[in-house]
């Protein structure tokens, strides 16, 4: 069985189209020796050891074929050596079948491809049209933390919109995922789409016992710390890639106690690498940044060309490809800056943590549950009153939020502080 798992791995590096002529044939080959011992220490294989940026392509380009109709998608998988699973693109069970009493608050799809005796699972992003996208962007905002039925612990919990959203695809990817059997399933999705293929890599991992992988484009935060060490846990293999500045991937924010999970594989739009933190992303602005020209920067076309560019320095210059110890210790080091903020926000006086950040919850709650009774035709006019109301409670309490000011000079010690807690962290492992 091992072995087979080998040659299988082998034959995907060969046919992954990220690296190109026979040149690197050779290098495929020394791959391949290194790896072979540790799947022989364990049957768990990382996108890592089977190289990262080899088959980081392939994971990108299936977050563009999601997007595209169902014919295009599988002509072109297909040119690429990939089976598709199914008829169709996976739905949430009523996306073709509404009635006028319920809604499909993400109008959301995944697309099943297998090649090898690999499951890729990718769930369509934040995008689509006004309407999908006005649905997406308030399934994001409804950020209540909640327990899950198919997680058992305590204190583990969930973003209530999510959870919902993951609920209605779980039976049917089970159903499919069970029928099929791989002998691994990397799970992937850019935005809204990322955080359902999280919670699918969770619940493949931890429930069924899959070997997972998940990488994240543009995800934003899923749960609190429980639920993060859960994901430490069962989703080893995980990878974000994110645009610091990207509202969503700083959402939710203060409001509640979220914690982002993976390796923090920071990037600019420019395409270069970015492992800056700035708290000016944090809190507010990035709901504020989900409805003006901000969230341009957030649309999957960003990733698409950002991601490619550094690919192709990569490819080139070995130390302009992704640094994994770099990405674990921004992770941490983002971690531990966001909690310490989030720590001072609710450390201020009373009247700024009830009128602010109740105000906003009940206010942003209020227009989602009329934004849900409207029709479809009424979603744009909806999504400016939300827009227009979100930023009258910011105007009316932005005397209160001057401290804020201040606190960005204690930023850099902040940073400092946490990156010497990485340090040492990574010197104990």
């Known amino acids: 069985m091992k072995k087979n798992i080998i040659i299988l791995f082998s034959v995907l590096l060969f046919s992954c189209s990220s690296v190109a002529g026979n040149d690197e044939t050779k290098d495929v080959g020394e791959l391949i020796s290194n790896t072979s011992e540790k799947i022989e220490e364990k049957p768990r294989v990382s996108l890592q050891e089977i190289g990262f940026e080899r088959i980081l392509p392939d994971l990108v380009y299936q977050n563009y074929l999601v997007l595209k109709d169902f014919e295009f998608a599988k002509q072109k998988a297909e040119i690429k050596g990939y089976e598709i699973i199914g008829d169709d693109f996976l739905y949430a069970p009523g996306k073709e079948n509404k009635d006028k009493f319920s809604i499909n608050l993400s109008g959301g799809k995944a697309l099943i491809l297998k090649k090898d005796d690999i499951l890729f699972v990718i769930f369509r992003s934040t995008t689509g049209d006004r309407s999908d996208l006005t649905k997406n962007v308030i399934t994001d905002l409804d950020g209540a933390l909640v327990k899950s039925s198919w997680i058992s ?13 993951y609920l209605r695809y779980r039976d049917s990817l089970n ?3 069970i029928y099929e059997n791989p002998s691994k399933i ?3 999705g850019h935005s809204l789409g990322s955080a ?9 991992s931890m429930n069924s016992g899959y070997d997972v992988s998940l990488l994240a484009m543009g995800a934003p935060r899923v749960g609190n710390s429980e639920y993060r060490k859960l994901m430490d846990e069962y989703v080893k293999d995980n990878y974000r890639i994110y645009f610091p500045q990207d509202p969503i991937s700083n959402i939710p924010g203060t409001l509640f106690d979220y914690e982002h999970t993976g ?12 492992h800056e933190i700035s708290i000016d992303n944090f809190g507010f602005t990035a709901y504020r ?3 003006d020209e901000r969230f341009n920067i957030h649309k999957y076309p960003s990733y698409f060309k950002a991601i490619n560019k550094i690919l192709s320095d990569c490819y080139e210059y070995e130390t302009k490809c992704f640094d994994m110890e770099k990405a674990y210790m921004t992770m941490l080091v983002e971690r531990d800056t966001m909690n310490q903020y989030r720590a001072a926000v609710k450390a201020k006086p009373a009247e700024i943590t009830n009128e602010l950040m109740e105000s906003a919850v009940i206010s942003l709650k209020e227009e989602k549950n009329k934004i849900e ?3 479809n035709d009424a979603f744009e006019k909806a999504n400016l009153e939300l827009s227009e109301n979100l930023e009258s409670i910011i105007n009316l309490n932005k005397e209160k939020t001057e401290w804020a000011k201040t606190y960005k000079e204690k930023a850099s010690s902040l940073k400092d502080k946490a990156k010497e807690k990485a340090k040492q962290i990574i010197s104990t492992k």
């Open 153 to 165: 612990g305590e204190n583990i919990l969930l973003h209530r919109g999510f959870e919902t959203e």
């Open 175 to 177: 159903e499919i995922i």
């Open 186 to 188: 990397i799970f992937t």
């Open 196 to 204: 359902l293929a999280a919670l699918s890599a969770l619940d493949l």
């Open 263 to 274: 390796l923090a594989l920071g990037i600019s739009p420019e395409g270069k690498h970015n």
């Open 289 to 291: 940044a989900v409805f």
């Open 373 to 375: 009774k409207l029709s």
